[in-house]
């Protein structure tokens, strides 16, 4: 468990006298760190932290998640490392409840797309070319998902490729709570495959387009919501959503799903949580 889930079930379990938050984040973050200066940064990072009568609570404790506002994002690259890669696109919803309240969208500058990627995703280097840059559009994305809960259909690429690309532009890492859509599909909906494409046309999405940005996330947030349908009572707030979409139940597997051609190769994702 990492320091910032470690903060957060810390804060599910309860609320904190800011002088005790301020000691765990201490403990947390070294001794000889200044807790102000470390709450504030982990606010602009877009950790839901928020204070009332000198008590800090974890908002995503305490939001139902009909009333939060979650961001379902993807990404496409130009490559799979982003050490060596870059975001050449990137789309996102925002939502709460079933109501669509926001949307983002864009290409981004890129001196290279590789032929294998451009027949994948249809993004042509020159489609590229007077697009804003990566810093540009990143910034604008943050500004735009602000605290909400960072959704993705295999929420640790998108996730880490954009936290890593913002930590080598010399900008702060991402700190949102996320959510991964795969697991929570997989928890509420019977299907033999979990891969984008595959419940798209399975569940009769019929997104027209794949393979990109804006389309992607479209058909994502639509899986959710069929799986918020189907969520057990117990599940109150956001945090027991994210709980509950990492639990080891799963739905039962169905066997005779009939497949297209397009779909027959996809083989199914892993479970965000069994990735490295």
Known sequence: MNKLEKLAFKLTKKSMQKEQFFGLLQNLFGMFEDPQIIYE???????????????????????????????????????????????????????????????????????????????????????????????????????????AVFVAHNVRFDYNFISSKLEQLGLEKLANRKLCSIDLARKTIESERYGLEFLNETLGINTAVSHRAYADALTAYKILQMSFEKLPNEVKSTEDLIKFSK??????????????????????????????
């Open 41 to 147: 940064t982990l606010k602009a990072r877009g950790f839901p932290l928020d204070e009332k009568e000198n008590t800090i609570f974890l908002k995503t404790a305490i939001t139902p998640y009909q009333e939060q506002e979650f961001v379902v994002v993807d990404i496409e690259t130009n490559g799979s490392k982003p050490e060596f890669s870059q975001v050449i696109e990137i789309g996102a919803i925002k939502f709460k409840g079933n109501t669509i309240i926001d949307r983002f969208e864009s290409f981004i500058y890129a001196e290279d797309v590789p032929e294998y990627i451009s027949k994948l995703t249809g993004i042509l280097q020159e489609d590229l070319e007077n697009a804003p840059s990566q810093k540009e559009v990143l910034l604008s994305f943050k500004e735009f998902l602000q605290d």
């Open 247 to 276: 639990s080891a139940k799963r739905k039962k597997v169905k066997k005779t799903t009939k497949l297209s051609e397009s779909t027959l190769p996809q083989a199914d994702p892993p479970s965000c949580s069994q990735q490295s």
